[in-house]
């Protein structure tokens, strides 16, 4: 695929031209590019359609994984391989006790 200059890419996204594609062309011309040309949150959405499953914003750093899932090349990955790219250091999982998850959605005595 061609790439854009920075001036092309950003006169893409300036002057919304992404905005008449479907999802799956919006994701197949961004996850080829170079530059990024609409805004990252059309992009993710895109993706997440186009993928229909949610994309998790570190994913974006394993682009190869995401454009051989996006060909069919290969499957989504589990929520396990998700999690699993996050670097040790970094990870941080959190729990709910149960009467404070009821609280949060509503279900609990306040």
């Not at 695929?1 to 799956?24: C, D, H, V």
């Not at 391989?81 to 404070?100: C, Q, S």
Request: aromatic share 10%.
């Amino acid at each position: 695929m061609k790439q854009f200059t920075r001036e092309q890419a950003i006169a893409f996204g300036e002057n919304k031209l992404w905005e008449p594609l479907s999802y799956r062309e919006r994701t197949a011309l961004q996850l080829f590019q170079q530059k990024l040309c609409m805004p990252f949150d059309v992009f993710h959405e895109a993706i997440e359609k186009a993928l229909g499953r949610p994309v998790y914003t570190h994913e974006f750093a394993f682009i190869d994984s995401l454009r051989k899932e996006f060909l069919g090349e290969k499957p989504a990955p589990s929520f396990e391989e998700i999690i699993g790219l996050i670097p040790k250091d970094k990870l941080i999982v959190l729990g709910m006790r149960e009467e404070v998850k009821k609280k949060i959605e509503g279900n609990g005595d306040n």
